[in-house]
């Protein structure tokens, strides 16, 4: 990966946590985050092995990180995770509701357990992780929330009935929190990232839906983890609230 500007440091002295931090666009978040100065906090679900080598990609740039398990879709590891954020920095500055799975298949194929995986992962994850954080930042009276979206939720995608339903349940839950928090000085913002070269994707047909985007190309992990890094860190960022921002090669143009 090409190495990332490190002179800005915007984030320095500030704790970041990145929900599915491991790897994609948590990855790439990550690294983008830690070339600001921030402290990382890489969440996984079930690839220590992954988590900690971003965490070595991190110590190896100069900032400090830390590999931390938890599955977002439930209360209580969720509260474990922040718990253990706060007894070490005792400061939580930006989440980046990153976590996400599908389990794509047309609608009447669909099992009842399929649907309610996706949903409470990729939308009830941001809600816990959210109300966890909402507190200490309303404490701070500061703090910088970026939820991760998608296309998706914005147009609708055949096969894809559970994870377009949570994506567009984030555009909703993203505008209403950040109207909730912003007199206390937090932002609350959604990316919505198109076909991004990830794991999501590799075995995706690249012909069939290219033709669709107009700058004819798949997306890279870094150009989303950019955004998030002009939300998450830069000063300009701070009058941006309750806002949903595609980084999908023109494929959404509303």
Known sequence: MEALPTNLQRLQGNVAIVTGGSRGIGRATALALAAEGATVVVNYASSRESADRVVAEIEAMGSQAIALPADVSKADQVEELVNAVMEKWGQVDVLVNNAGITRDTLLLRMKPEDWQAVIDLNLTGVFLCTRAVSKIMLKQRSGRI????????????????????????????????????????????????????????????????????????YGKPEEVAGLIRFLAADPAAAYITGQVMNVDGGMVMA
């Open 146 to 217: 970026v939820n991760i979206t998608s296309v998706a939720g914005q147009m609708g995608n055949p096969g894809q009935a559970n994870y377009s339903a949570a994506k567009a349940g984030v555009i909703g839950f993203t505008k209403t929190v950040a109207k909730e928090l912003a007199t206390r000085g937090i932002t609350v913002n959604a990316v919505a990232p198109g076909f991004i070269e990830t794991d999501m994707t590799a075995d995706l047909k690249a012909e069939g839906i290219l033709q669709f985007i107009p700058l004819g190309r």
